[in-house]
């Protein structure tokens, strides 16, 4: 069982930064060995990719509505993984969630569907 738990500050003007981090429980011994994404979803819309980072080569993948603006990276020694998000809008209002999906597939997933575990999410809210 993987136990994975977000934080971060949640209130930013537009045009600032913010950080969040996911940390997944000691029961994630092979975390390194996990695909890991963070995805997002506002008040009445459907959740929705924002990016992800492979096991392994630490290839990363992000939605075009953020590339240029978030960064994903992992600290595996500490579980641990970021979203580093600049130039925020009201747009990237949402909660915001980490998840891991255990495949170990070559191919970086953009489908929930194949991430098996989840955090509780965060909220995100960027003030105009």
């Known amino acids: 069982q993987v136990q994975l738990v977000e934080s971060g500050v949640g209130l930013v003007q537009a045009g600032g930064s913010l950080r969040l981090f996911c940390v997944a429980s000691?029961?994630?011994?092979?975390?390194?060995?996990?695909?890991m994404g963070w995805f997002r979803q506002a008040p009445g819309k459907e959740r929705e990719f924002v990016a992800a980072?492979?096991?392994?080569?630490?290839?990363?993948a992000y939605a075009d509505s953020v590339k240029g603006r978030f960064t994903i990276s992992r600290e595996n020694a500490k579980n641990t993984l970021y979203l580093h998000m600049n130039s925020l809008n009201p747009e990237d209002t949402a909660a915001y969630y980490c998840?891991?999906?255990?495949?170990?597939?070559?191919?970086?997933?953009?489908?929930?569907?194949?991430?098996?575990?989840w955090g509780q999410g965060t909220q995100v809210t960027v003030s105009s």
């Open positions: 980072i492979r096991w392994g080569n630490g290839r990363t």
């Open positions: 000691e029961g994630a011994r092979t975390f390194s060995s996990y695909t």
């Open positions: 998840a891991a999906d255990l495949r170990r597939s070559l191919a970086i997933s953009w489908e929930s569907n194949n991430y098996a575990y």
